[in-house]
């Protein structure tokens, strides 16, 4: 039940207008979402229910007492625990065949013979958001920034709410309980709001993502025989395909969310647009970077504050390595975010440096500088990220740098592209509204003829009624 195949526009319609029907009292509206949330989440993955109701029962009954406890030892063990339990579901799932895989290398260069064998399990829907959900919640409790959550409808309702539960935004407690708390009244303004966001994503992810997306497997599974331009247009689309997907994702879900009353976390801001590698990933997937700034590099970072730059430098690279670690299990990953974190950590550490050479230049070219070595930058790092293997990496790397090919044809219409950078084009001059086409402020007769646009322009495309998995799906 994609978010663009009918089955869930028939679904959505029908809990929509159920639930604003229904009597306006919290917690009916609650009970109300927790039902579809599992639905959704039964009609995708029935199989892995049992599970989700575990970890998000574990954390509503356990990470309380965390708060209650007074002896702060015994509150470090609790904590210590409650983190295990979340990290043996995800390595279970997700990463019991890489370690194994690393077990048996370190035998074989032992001369020993390998103990561990493969298991083929599918990956959870939605485990590697609702996990990180689940376990910041205890941590807030530890660290007392929240209050325990006594309403266990609110609770069981933000944990649950479909529009987030498969790819995010990664919620925290203190941003969504209190929301699920308040009765939701309708809004005509939200929902149009709303409509138009997720008009905005689909149009982003059928027409525009999944079409370059296209070419950009081509290229991947063809590298080897193609001309250096092709793999250099291969390259650029996967750039704008990831981009266009799960940002086009999010605007759906946080749209999603709207039609029901919930604002959900802003998860991008114009990345492209960043002039470091640092403030693109504050605009990047920003529900992720948020969660591992503040639970993983700023407590590094303050027990390693003695050791100034260099803990500044490690927290970065060891939060990142784990950020890339949580993408996926595959020494790509692990690369690709350890490759971000030594360089948010160079650029964390020579801030004033760059800062007296920003002096120096006129503001616009060194920010359009900024902005194209980021974006390059970014870029390339992205061939570690979607090859499969570091080996392929180094092929890619190798072809995209050889003069063979360079200036023949790629063999592929840019057009989606041209389309893209359009489509960025208007993201620049509306850099300063929640998302690219919001239009509230609009004359009613322009947000129609968008709306109208979108809609034909993704429901004549084949890749409507073909639908690609949201690329987030596999993290």
């Known amino acids: 039940m994609f978010f663009t195949s009918t089955y869930f526009l028939i679904y959505l319609l029908i809990s929509f207008c159920i639930y604003w029907v229904l009597p306006k009292k919290a917690l009916i509206q609650n009970l109300f979402l927790v039902f579809t949330g599992y639905v959704f989440y039964c009609y995708y993955a029935w199989n892995y229910v049992l599970l989700l109701l575990l970890v998000t029962h574990f954390s509503y009954f356990y990470s309380p007492l965390i708060a209650k406890v007074q002896s702060e030892t015994k509150k470090k063990w609790m904590l210590a625990f409650a983190i295990a339990v979340y990290l043996s579901f995800l390595v279970y799932f997700k990463y019991l065949n890489f370690f194994g895989g690393i077990w048996n290398d370190l035998l074989a260069l032992s001369g020993a013979q390998p103990m561990y064998h493969l298991i083929h399990l599918a990956l959870p829907l939605g485990i590697s958001f609702y996990t990180l959900h689940m376990m910041g919640y205890s941590i807030d409790l530890y660290y007392e920034t929240i209050d325990p959550v006594i309403d266990y409808p609110a609770f069981m309702a933000g944990a649950v709410f479909f529009p987030s539960i498969s790819s995010g935004p990664i919620e925290r407690a203190g941003h969504i309980v209190p929301q699920f708390k308040a009765t939701r009244t309708f809004s005509a303004k939200l929902l149009e709001d709303g409509i138009n966001q997720v008009l905005y994503g689909i149009f982003k992810k059928v ?45 759906i879900a946080i749209g999603l969310g709207k039609l029901f009353g919930i604002r959900l976390f802003t998860n991008f801001k114009y ?29 590094i970072a303050f027990t390693y504050r003695k050791k100034k730059k260099f803990g500044i430098f490690y927290a970065a690279v060891i939060a990142f390595l784990l950020s890339g670690l949580w993408h996926g299990a595959n020494w790509t990953f692990v690369v690709w975010g350890a490759l971000h974190g030594c360089i948010i950590g160079y650029e964390l550490i020579t801030v004033n440096t760059r800062s007296k050479i920003a002096a120096k230049m006129p503001p616009q070219i060194y920010n359009t500088l900024s902005a194209l070595l980021t974006f390059i930058v970014w870029t390339l790092i992205l061939v570690i990220f979607r090859a499969d293997s570091l080996s392929q990496a180094a092929d890619i790397y190798g072809s995209l740098f050889s003069a063979s090919g360079l200036f023949s044809s790629p063999g592929f219409s840019v057009m989606f592209l041209i389309l893209a950078l359009g489509f960025l084009i208007i993201e620049w001059f509306m850099r300063e509204k929640e998302y690219g086409l919001q239009m509230a402020s609009f004359p009613i007769y322009i947000r129609l003829a968008v709306y109208i646009i979108l809609i034909v322009c993704f429901v004549t495309s084949d890749n409507f009624y073909h639908s690609k998995a949201f690329l987030y799906f596999n993290y």
């Open 207 to 251: 027409v525009i993502a999944d079409s370059i997306g296209t070419f950009v497997d081509y290229v991947y599974a063809r590298y080897a025989t193609l001309p250096a331009s092709a793999i250099i247009i291969g390259i650029l689309g996967y750039s704008i395909q990831l981009y266009f997907d799960f940002s086009g994702y999010s605007d």
């Open 271 to 299: 990345p492209y647009f960043a002039t470091s590698i640092s403030a693109l990933w504050r605009r990047w997937h920003i529900s992720l970077t948020t969660w591992i700034m503040t639970y993983i590099f700023n407590p």
